[in-house]
């Protein structure tokens, strides 16, 4: 026991810790001035929708920061890890409700704005919208990292510079821009890549923020309730992380599946074409679970396909489609 003391007190020393007072202060928008704190949020939420959509729009990585630092909806998610810690109910419910309509209204501007892309194909070669519409695990070990980070930063007083830090770490608003813009273009596959990655980053946020506002004790703080159920709640968020999890570690290991195979099946098809002159191939382009080898020949002529089909058979699995495009609409199954 004194060993944890010890250690928590090193995380969060008694000197630099805030009180639960403080943070609630800091994280709940209907305590204290309300009015001021909506205000300010709807405000500065819509000015960060409308620059993150504007950054997503000109793929512009450094606009989409300056929408990050400014966004203000880190400051309801952790609000729901607060009151979880504390017991309070209501805390957690005005902060869900204030989540939901900061969500709406940055889909709702990322819908308007979608009128001013030319073609759905052009989101798919920006970046902005790439990086954000198939996340994966390592996003969500990112996300729990910063929400450490964020949890230290409200607990210590020596820790609040880190905040814009934080915030630029955490991917929220710019996701939220995507869903909007993707699904006012009717690309709702990728919508819904976006909208999980915002919603792994909330729970991430929510569990390590919990953990830190359970580390700095507030849940024994005076005003923190004695007879909530907190298990209850504990075990609500945990199976949301799992539901969140799973799909983020199914598409990591797709990925990087797919990944290898395209290195073997490129190499396959070089070392099949080494004695053709004139002959290249280009690359491998995935749909769905169908490989396609794009080359070329001098006279339009592949070799047999034998060695091909042997060398394919053994770096990929046989449910795995692969064909050979030489071009003009001309494609050759090889498995």
């Known amino acids: 026991m004194a060993t944890l003391s010890e250690m928590m007190q090193a995380l969060i020393p008694a000197t630099q810790r805030q009180t639960a007072a403080e943070v609630t202060e800091a994280l709940d928008l209907g305590s204290g001035d309300r009015a001021g704190k909506r205000s300010g949020f709807l405000i500065m939420l819509t000015l960060a929708g409308i620059i993150a959509i504007a950054g997503v729009l000109t793929d512009s990585t450094a606009t989409v920061i300056g929408a990050m630092i400014i966004a203000p909806l880190g400051t309801p998610i952790l609000g729901i890890g607060l009151g979880i810690v504390r017991g309070h109910l209501s805390l957690v419910v005005r ?8 969500v709406a209204i940055v889909i ?30 390592m996003d969500l070990v ?36 995507v869903v909007g813009v993707c699904a006012g273009q009717g690309l709702w596959t990728d919508a819904v890549g976006a909208l999980w990655l915002f919603l792994s980053n909330v729970v991430a946020l929510v569990i390590a923020g919990s953990i830190v506002f359970t580390l700095a004790g507030y849940a024994r703080d005076p005003g923190s309730s004695r007879v909530a159920n907190r298990r209850r709640a504990y075990t609500i968020v945990t199976l949301l992380a799992v539901v969140i999890t799973i799909p983020l570690v199914v598409n990591s290991v797709v990925s990087v599946a797919l990944a290898r195979w395209s ?10 074409l080494d004695d053709e002159e004139g002959a290249r191939v280009y690359g491998v382009d995935w749909s769905g679970a169908t490989a396609t080898i794009e080359v070329t020949t001098e006279d ?5 396909l034998d060695e ?12 795995v489609g692969v064909v050979v495009d030489v071009g003009q609409s001309v494609e050759i199954p090889v498995q």
């Open 95 to 102: 902060s869900i409700l204030w989540v939901l309509l900061g």
């Open 108 to 137: 709702v501007l990322g819908l308007a704005f979608s009128v001013f892309v030319s073609t759905p194909e052009s989101l798919e070669t920006n970046s902005q919208v790439v990086g954000r519409t198939s996340p994966s695990f």
């Open 142 to 177: 990112a996300a729990l990292a910063t929400g450490f980070a964020g949890g230290f930063a409200m607990c210590r007083k020596d820790l609040s510079a880190i905040l814009p830090g934080v915030a630029i770490a955490i991917s929220l608003v710019p996701p939220l821009g």
């Open 263 to 272: 290195v073997g099946i490129q190499d396959a098809a070089t070392q099949w």
């Open 300 to 304: 339009g002529e592949t070799p047999p």
């Open 308 to 319: 091909l089909q042997k060398a394919v058979a053994a770096v990929v699995p046989s449910f």
